[in-house]
């Protein structure tokens, strides 16, 4: 408790005192008086490196800058966002219609070159092994330029999720970036988006007004301030020190609406789970085991309790609005005593013993496997926890190094919405996959390569159907993103990403 306490102290220092004077600085530079403070959980440890991150922390801040090819929106339709329209060439060539008079903020026009650019740099060049690369866009193979604005992107095999994949591909600004290159590009950056960075600070990001933009904002500013702790984040708030807090924790929402302040609860493309890690001589080998921990574990409790009703029990391996959801399928349903007789069938009358890696984040986590843990030591399954911070966790996870019988993960199915986002971790063609499925695997992969949206959700439901009777983790819940404002207006979230463009403060609701 006093680690929280200091940390919320820390927090609320960092809004206060002589960090104040660079947000004058900042408004003076803009020309306006409305600049928005964010409280953020976390900002890129790889700063604005568009090589290296998808999905958060880099979607909280980045598309107040940056702009992609195309923009996922809150039902999981890609629509027109730099690219204004695409065509499938062949099974492996698509053509991109890009938007004109666009230019980056430095002046520099948006065309084909920026297009390519980013291909040759990102993808094939110096962000060959980062994580767009290998994580977002591993099929793309080459781009060749039409004229200024229509480029052809060339893929190794087909690809029908190119275009959603391309909703967090960031052009490059030709002349700025051969002049800094990628690391002072990644401190320094330049976008298409509303915003222009002025300064990245250590826990900071200041940004001003582009009103060149081709979607000019409303709001004269944007102050991100990184804030860990959610006790501090909501501190924060309620006491008028930002006007944003980002990912609350669910038992703030009731607190806060009776404090005036306002709450937008978001369906989040994340799902928590727990992973198995099936070797040899693991009694994890026996689906009836694998059977018995799902229905051990007392999920709807764990989302009206602990969650305080912000979340929904997962029923499959997706979440609302991504692709191929089945909305009449059932969670594996929560019955101890059948989870005990699965056991006793497969050969474990004593119960058995495991260990979990562990990643937690706030102390709602905490409290959520907490509960995990007590009803799977209730049927006898007893585990040992080994708790790491997440720079480790998630080396093991781009490596598959697992040393213990399960991890906790709460995947992330943005941009894509689609179930490949979390597959790719473990499928049958990973060297370390965890546990090896060849015929889930084998559906989900012939799925990726398939145009037909109905035979790709037929597949899907095959797979599901596999999972359910062996299954390969066990499914938790999906998450809900939970966001507290004051004296903010049109508030808009889409899969985790912010309109920074729309927003406005109450008192400029006359200012366009």
């Not at 940004?207 to 301030?225: E, H, K, T, Y």
């Not at 989870?339 to 058995?352: C, F, V």
């Not at 004296?487 to 609701?509: F, G, H, P, T």
Request: with cysteine.
């Amino acid at each position: 408790m006093r680690g929280i306490v200091m940390a919320s102290w820390l927090g609320l220092l960092l809004l206060t005192g002589c960090d104040a004077n660079s947000v004058d600085r900042q408004r003076n530079a803009s020309g306006d008086d409305d600049v928005v403070r964010i409280a953020s959980r976390r900002l890129p440890p790889g700063f604005a490196n568009p090589a290296a991150h998808t999905g958060q922390p880099a979607v909280d801040i980045w598309p107040a800058f940056f702009d992609a090819l195309t923009y996922i929106d809150a039902n999981g339709n890609v629509v027109p966002w730099l690219a204004t329209d695409w065509t499938q060439l062949t099974d492996t060539r698509w053509r991109f219609t890009l938007r004109r008079d666009v230019r980056f903020s430095n002046g520099e026009p948006f065309d084909a070159n920026a297009v390519a650019l980013a291909v040759n740099e990102i993808l094939l060049g110096y962000g060959a092994r980062d994580l767009v690369r290998t994580s977002l866009l591993p099929t793309v193979v080459g781009a060749e330029i039409i004229d200024s604005h229509r480029i052809d992107i060339e893929t190794a095999e087909p690809d029908p999720l190119l275009p959603k994949r391309l909703s967090q591909f960031y052009p490059l600004p030709p002349r700025y970036f051969a002049e800094v290159g990628p690391k002072t590009f990644a401190r320094k950056p330049i976008g298409t988006g509303p915003f222009i960075v002025e300064r990245w600070e250590a826990g900071r990001v200041l940004m001003r007004a582009n009103r060149q933009s081709w979607r000019p904002p409303i709001v004269g500013g944007l102050d991100f301030i990184e804030i860990p702790e959610p006790i501090a984040r909501r501190q924060a708030i309620e006491s008028g020190q930002v006007q944003l807090a980002m990912y609350l924790a669910p038992e703030d929402i009731v607190d806060l609406k009776q404090k005036n302040i306002e709450i937008r609860q978001a369906a989040e493309p994340r799902l928590r789970m727990m992973v198995f890690v099936v070797r040899e001589g693991s009694p994890l080998r026996s689906a009836q085991v694998r059977l018995a921990m799902n229905h051990a574990i007392d999920k709807e409790s764990i989302v009206k309790y602990l969650l305080s009703g912000a979340g929904t029990v997962a029923t499959q391996m997706g979440v609302r609005g991504s692709e191929g959801f089945d909305a009449t399928r059932k969670p594996i349903p929560y019955d101890p005593q059948k989870a005990r007789t699965l056991l006793r069938e497969a050969g474990y009358p004593n119960g058995i013993d495991l260990e979990m890696d562990l990643l937690v984040v706030t102390n709602t986590d905490r409290a959520v496997f907490e509960a995990i843990l007590a009803d799977l030591s209730d049927v006898g399954v007893r585990i040992k926890v080994h708790t790491m911070e997440f720079e480790r966790w998630r080396a093991k996870l781009l490596t598959g190094d697992w040393q213990h019988d399960l991890f906790s993960f709460t995947v992330a199915l943005d941009p894509l919405l689609d179930i490949t986002k979390a597959w790719q971790y473990l499928t049958c063609e990973r060297p370390n996959s965890p546990f090896c499925q060849p015929e889930v695997s084998e559906l989900i992969e012939t799925r990726a390569r398939t145009f037909d949206r109905l035979e790709r959700d037929r597949l899907l439901r095959l797979a599901h159907d596999r999972m359910m009777a062996d299954p390969p983790v066990i499914l938790v819940h999906e998450m809900e993103q939970i966001t507290a404002y004051r004296d903010l207006e049109n508030l808009q979230v889409d899969n985790l990403m912010i309109r920074w463009d729309r927003i406005r403060k109450k008192s400029s609701a006359t200012h366009e």
